[in-house]
């Protein structure tokens, strides 16, 4: 009997191994779907569609790949007329024409094309090399914040320090840790 559970333990210790070595993305934050039922954040409800005013002149069909649609969200410009601004000085890019300037200057030294990708690139290496084989938990354990500490700023570090250079900035809630 004690051989039985020694070659049970082993079978277990050896599946345990093995899924561990799967490659899989590391999850370091732990959220959980708990219903069967849509992802209400998943769901994007488009704009209503529109009738044309004259069916006899319809444009012909030619899909742009890249172009936006009639339909598509467009928060930022619902937001700006929200507020009584106008919707049409907000483009697709999501920036203003008064914007310009501003992205002109900061984008003087050139601009990385790829940014976006070669950061998940990095993103996803820096969280390889974070989760560990054996990260095995009982309970499930949010390790985001732990593995992004060293990343993360501290408000008010950076708020004492541009107050000791003269920098005005405005008024801040005491922290909370004091």
């Not at 996803?124 to 992004?148: C, E, G, T, V």
Request: proline share 9%.
């Amino acid at each position: 009997m004690p051989e039985f559970r020694c070659r049970i333990g082993v079978l277990l210790a050896a599946a345990l191994l093995l899924s561990a070595c799967a490659e899989r993305e590391p999850r370091l934050l732990r959220l959980a779907h708990s219903g069967n039922g849509p992802d209400e954040f998943a769901i994007l409800p488009g704009k209503p569609l529109q009738s044309p005013e004259n069916y006899s002149q319809l444009p012909t069909p030619t899909p742009t790949p890249g172009a936006a649609n009639l339909t598509d969200p467009t928060p930022l410009a619902d937001a700006v007329a929200a507020l009584g601004g106008n919707r049409n000085l907000v483009g697709r890019s999501g920036s203003t024409a008064a914007d310009s300037a501003l992205l002109a200057y900061a984008s003087r030294n050139g601009v990385q094309a790829n940014v976006r990708a070669d950061l998940a690139a990095a993103d996803l290496a820096f969280r390889q090399r974070r989760s560990s084989i054996f990260s095995f938990s009982w309970f499930s354990k949010n390790r985001y914040f732990a593995a992004y500490r060293n990343q993360a700023l501290d408000a008010y570090l950076e708020l004492e320090r541009l107050r000791a250079a003269g920098v005005k900035t405005p008024s801040a809630p005491p922290r909370p840790d004091r």
